[in-house]
């Protein structure tokens, strides 16, 4: 295979066109952003990390019948991808309140959200990621009503997958982002990552509530020893077979 354009750089990957129109290639940087890209930084190996776990759930996904587009990991931090038209929406599920549903709600930090909530931003750097209603969906037309129902459908099967998995590597799923788009043949797959860049996870075996985080919010907070967490996560993920 060998690699061509860059054709997209984002704030933690870059893609490349490869000498199949149908394949893209995935690069998994180590730069690190937050609140909006307003916080700039970098996590040391965090390209490889996500890229080791990404590829893992991935494959996760794949055998618990949930298309995505990942076709292969090619080198430390690089995959192969299938070539898709992403759909301006970034869907995340909660499983339990944290972040900005705190902040926006008043719930406090850690209640369980049963059945879990699943919410719909749209995809715009611009206007901040912005979270919209069912009619605001209606009216700016991001996708399809068939689409915006398949995404809620498979949002929540992965989270069920991952909440099964994560749990069986001692780590409780918060809540997480996922994107999705189309391939050539207008089938609807996951895509992006998954990763302790889009999801929230805490480590059962700790209790405080800083300690605890194994994820970006190690950035967003400066609570330290981010790398060490984005390691364990690897090395716990790794460790589970799929």
């Avoid at 295979?1 to 000498?19: F, H, P, R």
């Avoid at 199949?20 to 970098?42: E, H, I, M, P």
């Avoid at 991808?81 to 869907?91: F, H, Q, T, Y």
């Avoid at 788009?181 to 990763?195: K, P």
Wanted: contains cysteine; glycine residues 6%.
């Amino acid at each position: 295979m060998s690699v061509g354009q860059k054709l997209y750089e984002g704030k933690a990957k870059i893609l490349y066109s490869t000498d199949d129109l149908d394949v893209l290639l995935t690069y998994f940087k180590d730069d690190a952003t937050a609140f909006n890209a307003q916080k700039r930084g970098s996590i040391q190996g965090k390209g490889e990390i996500n890229c080791a776990i990404a590829s893992h759930l991935f494959k996760l996904m794949e055998k618990n019948g949930i298309p995505t587009h990942f076709l292969d990991r090619t080198s430390g931090n690089e995959m192969r991808v299938r070539s898709v038209k992403i759909i301006p929406l970034e869907v995340v599920v909660r499983n339990i309140a944290a972040g900005s549903l705190c902040q926006q709600t008043g719930l406090k930090l850690g209640t369980i959200l049963n059945p879990p909530l699943v919410e719909f931003y749209l995809k715009d750097d611009a206007l901040g990621d912005p979270l919209i209603t069912v009619d605001r969906l209606r009216v700016l037309d991001p996708a399809s009503a068939n689409q915006v129902d398949q995404l809620r459908s498979m949002a929540t099967r992965i989270n069920s997958v991952l909440q099964s998995f994560f749990e069986q590597c001692g780590i409780t799923l918060v809540d997480f982002k996922l994107e999705f788009g189309t391939d050539s043949q207008g089938r609807l797959l996951l895509a992006d990552e998954i990763s302790p860049d889009t999801c929230r996870l805490w480590n059962q075996a700790e209790t405080d509530p800083d300690r605890r985080v194994m994820d970006k919010d190690r950035f967003r907070r400066d609570l330290g020893n981010v790398e060490d967490a984005y390691r364990q996560v690897m090395e716990r993920v790794l460790e589970q077979t799929v």
